[in-house]
């Protein structure tokens, strides 16, 4: 039985149509998830406390403090390069759980050279002067050297965001999907005229091979009704008999033939 006598022209148009789009779909998928990875893993191999910086560059940071500080002149901080500075602007604490935080601006002169530096943070601990944390700094000398040394391997091979390229990509995944969606329901109503359903699941049970598709008490289907299981070329397969109806789906066992799976095709067998 060909496509073309198993539905007509119509029928093999979408299956083709189908088969095409839920690719493309699988591949945005893909691609979403890999930017989403991406930039997960950039997120957390890049620690909290190091910054990357352009000459002539300013950054707003923050970071926690050991114990509860009233006031940011209680703190100030120390760099081996003169051109780069850190100031603190205030102490806060967090949101969610309230720790002590100190917030502030990271600056470097344009003549500042690359490479990596420590900027100290010292303030006061039980009396003492002591460092309450630090800063790495790597100041990149030109934005080529910051996009070669991003963590982010969508940054390094395209210039883009791993995050902005995910985001991009769900417009095109959410139609492709519902594209998907509307072809499989016009090609199960073409199948569903011919007395046709597709095998959605195919499971042993108890050494019994059952089948479940998509015809049900709405289609005339009854328990105990004999099926054919075709191939999705129309070939046949095997014989099964229905064993549980719902008025849009049903399940078949003891079936007898050769080896079946999801997307072949059942029809009734009327006398």
């Known amino acids: 039985m060909s496509d073309r006598t198993l539905g007509g022209p119509e029928f093999a148009r979408i299956t083709r149509l189908r088969g095409r789009l839920g690719f493309i779909a699988a591949l945005l998928c893909a691609l979403g ?3 989403a990875i991406d930039g997960l893993q950039a997120r957390i191999l890049t620690p909290r406390d190091f910054h990357r910086l352009l000459p002539g560059q300013a950054l707003e940071v923050s970071g926690p403090l050991p114990a509860r500080m009233a ?4 703190l100030h901080t120390r760099s081996g390069e003169p051109g780069l500075k850190l100031s603190i602007d205030a102490v806060q604490r967090e949101f969610w759980f ?5 917030r502030g601006t990271l600056s470097a002169q344009p003549d500042v050279p690359p490479g990596d530096y420590v900027i100290r943070i010292d303030g006061p601990v039980e009396g003492l002067e002591q460092q309450v944390g630090r800063q790495t700094v ?6 080529r050297a910051w996009r070669r040394s991003d963590p982010a391997g969508a940054v390094r091979l ?4 791993p995050w902005s390229i995910s985001l991009a990509l769900l417009p095109f995944i959410g139609l492709s999907v519902g594209g998907v969606f509307l072809l499989s329901r016009r090609r199960d109503a073409l199948l569903a005229q011919l007395e046709l359903a597709e ?3 195919v499971l042993d049970v108890e050494g019994e091979c059952r089948l479940w598709f ?3 008490a709405g289609a005339g289907i009854q328990v105990g009704d004999l099926l054919e299981v075709l191939d999705p070329g129309g070939v046949p397969l095997g014989q099964a008999r229905v064993l549980e109806v719902t008025l849009k789906a049903s399940m ?3 079936y007898q033939g050769r080896p079946a799976h999801p997307g072949c095709l059942i029809r009734p067998l009327r006398p």
Do not use: E, N
């Open 199 to 201: 095998l959605y699941r």
């Open 138 to 143: 790597r100041i990149v000398p030109d934005p």
């Open 98 to 102: 309230g720790t002590p935080m100190w």
């Open 33 to 35: 998830l890999l930017g």
């Open 158 to 161: 395209f210039g883009f965001s």
């Open 71 to 74: 006031s940011s002149q209680l």
């Open 252 to 254: 078949a066992g003891g």
């Open 214 to 216: 998509g015809l049900g």
